[in-house]
């Protein structure tokens, strides 16, 4: 095969679902074979290619890497194109020489090995069941590569980074996810309290995203589906996960708003539901009511090149800043904020926004 690589086989002839994962700048084939027998319980092949360039890491040792790295300025276009060539022609070569099953055949990448990941998928969607990019980002000249956006659109996409990261800024990662919203792909945007590297709930998030995408009973070459493309979707993961996931696949099957007014106009209808139900003082109808609303709201950010993750977590940092404002605001005038009607409780928090906009028009 034209590159070093590692391998982890699992029990059985096969064929088996397979995870090509990517190692960062530095590192070398057996970086990332650790995450197999926690990748869908050990049941895939993982293979593990090594970049083509050596890289002195110190104390006469090398590790490995993918293009050139270019401190300062974007990477070589031409340089991952070379490489991306390279890893296509060891996926055909592990194709013929492993029992994959080419239908469940997942791309992974951590760090410069996400930027290879990226390159790969999108330049040749129908290959892949599903991408992986860990602590990494997506250059900008690679969307030049990039199949039609009909291709593009059925290729699910799991992006994860910790805000903590100092070798690729988390800024860096939101820039990257955003522009790949803008080409309207199936993407999921998690993010960790860590720093470069996978955490466990990060691995685990991983192996679940792969499982519910190999479950969901996609044909890559003919794009048929004999079962529901609901499936696979575990009921225990966070609601918020699970809603936008069933947006994810309905729209998938053709079963979705078109713009985002359809969205607000859905949203609205249910809380006029939820009204309805509070006058005849019915709440369990109306927890159901409002339920449904905010199913509709978890999947309105995506018509806005967003996710309800980041729209949320957005939310929160805004609340969060402008309620300290107010609770400074009434230390400051020996006030206790539950001794405080309505008209003065708003009245504060209308001065504490006032005095963040002053000092940051964004919030």
Known sequence: MNLIHAAYEPGGSGPHPAVLAFHGWGANALDLLGLAPHLIDGKSLVLCPQGPLTVP?????????????????????????????????????????????????????????????????????????????????????????????????????????????????????????????????????????????????????????????????IEIETGQNTQSVLDGIASSIPALTRAEELGFRSRGAGFDWRNLTQVIEKIREEIEEVEEAIRAGNEPAAAQELGDAMLAMANAPRFANSSAEVVLRGACDKFEQRFRQVEATARKRNLELKQLDDTQLEALWSEAKQTLDKASPAL
């Open 57 to 217: 890491i110190g104390q006469n040792q090398n590790g490995y890497g993918w293009f050139p790295l270019r401190l300062g300025s974007p990477p070589d276009d031409n340089a991952i194109s070379i490489a991306t060539d390279q890893a296509a022609a060891f996926v055909e070569q592990a194709c013929a020489r492993y029992p994959i099953d080419s239908r469940k055949l997942v791309v992974l990448g951590f760090s410069q090995g996400g930027i290879m990941a990226l390159s790969m998928a999108l330049r040749m969607p129908q290959r892949f069941a599903a991408v992986i990019g860990l602590s990494t980002w997506f250059p900008e000249s690679l969307q030049q590569h990039a199949a039609a956006r009909e291709a593009l659109a059925r290729l699910p996409i799991f992006i994860a980074h910790g805000r903590s990261d100092s070798v690729i800024e988390i800024a860096r990662a939101r820039q990257s996810v955003d522009r790949l919203r803008a080409m309207k792909l199936d993407l999921r945007y998690h993010e960790y309290d860590c720093g470069h590297e996978i955490t466990a709930q990060c691995l685990r998030e991983t192996s679940d995203f792969i499982s519910d995408k190999l479950a969901s009973g």
